[in-house]
């Protein structure tokens, strides 16, 4: 099964705004959001609890619908699509932190779910989900149950299982949250063999900046906008970017008091002209506010 094609971007948002309830109690979770993302880049949305990551996510995958604006995915505007499920099926696979895998199918049934209703031959779906397991580094597992898997390997399967209809895009939502640090790195390199290899399109919501660092593009939300939107180009200078948007960055480049104690004038100037250059001020309002504390 092949990729299905498309001209242009992979995604197009325009003003998108997505309000949850009304009155004084209404949520405004997207507020006027427009994006690109072009095939087969690999982008990472970033930003604190509650800025809309997941909002827009499930904007993309047709999982929630805008209250104003417009999201194309792979051509198609999402409000016209006529079969909804249909979409999801064949357009977007999803990997969600939380594996949801079926406890009381094997590992391959899990990956063949999708396939129900897509490819009418029985063995054709087996050898379809037979090749995914392979793909992701699980042929000798494909018998097992999901309790009889580590987390990391129950991910992997997940992905394999968002894989099975070749989707134009892959939307993942903390894919590597609740896993170990080795296990995030296996799933890291996988998602990113994916896009290398097969040409995949994918936007993962992350709070690791390891994960973040590994993708080509990252954008930066904040109060359901997007606030800063880099391509990633040397990871050094990735490194300094995270350092300048950190709390202890933006302490220090608004109030290096404390550290004359420590550091030179001189040498705080410097690194303070060094850190500005990295900050663009996409770091959220709820990760900084205590940035001008005295220490």
């Given at each position: 099964?092949?990729?299905?094609?498309?001209?242009?971007?992979?995604?197009?948002?325009?003003?998108?705004?997505?309000?949850?309830?009304?009155?004084e109690t209404a949520v405004r979770a997207l507020d006027g959001l427009s994006v690109e993302v072009q095939t087969g880049e690999f982008v990472a949305v970033m930003g604190p609890s509650g800025c809309g990551k997941s909002t827009l996510l499930n904007m993309l995958g047709a999982l929630d619908q805008p209250t104003e604006g417009t999201v194309w995915v792979a051509g198609e505007d999402l409000s016209k699509l006529k079969n909804v499920d249909r979409f999801r099926a064949r357009t977007v696979g999803f990997v969600f932190q939380l594996h949801n895998l079926l406890p009381t199918m094997t590992?391959?049934?899990?990956?063949?779910?999708?396939?129900?209703?897509?490819?009418?031959?029985?063995?054709?779906?087996?050898?379809?989900?037979?090749?995914?397991?392979?793909?992701?580094?699980?042929?000798?597992?494909?018998?097992?149950?999901?309790?009889?898997?580590?987390?990391?390997?129950?991910?992997?399967?997940?992905?394999?299982?968002?894989?099975?209809?070749?989707?134009?895009?892959?939307?993942?939502?903390?894919?590597?949250?609740?896993?170990?640090?080795?296990?995030?790195?296996?799933?890291?390199?996988?998602?990113?063999?994916?896009?290398?290899?097969?040409?995949?399109?994918?936007?993962?919501?992350?709070?690791?900046?390891?994960?973040?660092?590994?993708?080509?593009?990252?954008?930066?939300?904040?109060?359901?906008?997007?606030?800063?939107?880099?391509?990633?180009?040397?990871?050094?200078?990735?490194?300094?970017?995270?350092?300048?948007?950190?709390?202890?960055?933006?302490?220090?480049?608004?109030?290096?008091?404390?550290?004359?104690?420590?550091?030179?004038?001189?040498?705080?100037?410097?690194?303070?002209?060094?850190?500005?250059?990295?900050?663009?001020?996409?770091?959220?309002?709820?990760?900084?506010?205590?940035?001008?504390?005295?220490?």
């Amino acid at each position: 099964m092949e990729h299905q094609k498309t001209d242009g971007p992979i995604v197009r948002v325009v003003n998108l705004t997505k309000v949850y309830g009304s009155g004084e109690t209404a949520v405004r979770a997207l507020d006027g959001l427009s994006v690109e993302v072009q095939t087969g880049e690999f982008v990472a949305v970033m930003g604190p609890s509650g800025c809309g990551k997941s909002t827009l996510l499930n904007m993309l995958g047709a999982l929630d619908q805008p209250t104003e604006g417009t999201v194309w995915v792979a051509g198609e505007d999402l409000s016209k699509l006529k079969n909804v499920d249909r979409f999801r099926a064949r357009t977007v696979g999803f990997v969600f932190q939380l594996h949801n895998l079926l406890p009381t199918m094997t590992a391959q049934e899990n990956v063949e779910v999708p396939l129900q209703g897509q490819i009418s031959s029985r063995k054709e779906r087996r050898e379809r989900a037979a090749h995914l397991m392979q793909l992701v580094g699980l042929a000798d597992r494909c018998d097992h149950l999901p309790g009889q898997l580590s987390g990391g390997q129950r991910q992997r399967v997940a992905i394999a299982r968002s894989l099975a209809n070749s989707p134009s895009l892959i939307l993942a939502d903390e894919p590597s949250g609740a896993l170990d640090s080795q296990s995030s790195d296996e799933i890291l390199a996988l998602l990113s063999d994916l896009n290398r290899s097969q040409g995949t399109s994918i936007v993962v919501v992350t709070h690791d900046r390891r994960v973040a660092q590994a993708t080509q593009r990252i954008l930066r939300m904040q109060d359901g906008s997007i606030v800063s939107d880099h391509r990633i180009t040397d990871p050094l200078e990735e490194d300094l970017r995270m350092f300048a948007q950190s709390q202890f960055g933006q302490t220090l480049l608004e109030n290096s008091r404390t550290l004359h104690k420590f550091i030179e004038e001189q040498d705080i100037a410097a690194l303070r002209l060094l850190l500005q250059e990295y900050d663009d001020g996409a770091e959220v309002s709820g990760e900084t506010s205590g940035s001008s504390t005295e220490a």
